[in-house]
Nanobody
Framework: QVQLVESGGGLVQAGGSLRLSCAASGLTFSSYAMGWFRQAPGAEREFVATLSRGGGYTDYADTVKGRFTISRDNAKNTVYLQMNSLKPEDTAVYYC?????????WGQGTQVTVSS
């Protein structure tokens, strides 16, 4: 079965950096666009970043542009989210997603907490 396993979350001070990883299995990774979403307490899940199958197209939420970078390694079936200049408002559970046509798979999430 398809599994997406996020890692790399944790507690960091404002201005710091974290790199999230999402390891995929059970699917043809290179056939899926990959994305990151986040959900803060009491809020709806929101889009953070997306990356095309080959890595040539990216898009970011305005709130993270210039601070976050999404990348992928198709040889390792892994997508990354490099997060720099973190702010307290970036605190959330971060989820990776794999998209192909109308099908989407989700990971279980990893907590990111940014202290002020």
């Amino acid at each position: 079965q398809v599994q997406l396993v996020e890692s790399g979350g944790g507690l960091v001070q404002a201005g710091g950096s974290l790199r999230l990883s999402c390891a995929a299995s059970g699917l043809t990774f290179s056939s899926y666009a990959m994305g990151w979403f986040r959900q803060a307490p009491g809020a709806e899940r929101e889009f953070v970043a997306t990356l095309s199958r080959g890595g040539g197209y990216t898009d970011y939420a305005d709130t993270v542009k210039g601070r976050f970078t999404i990348s992928r390694d198709n040889a390792k079936n892994t997508v990354y989210l490099q997060m720099n200049s973190l702010k307290p408002e970036d605190t959330a559970v971060y989820y990776c997603a794999a998209d192909r046509n109308s099908l989407r798979y989700w990971g279980q999430g990893t907590q990111v907490t940014v202290s002020s």
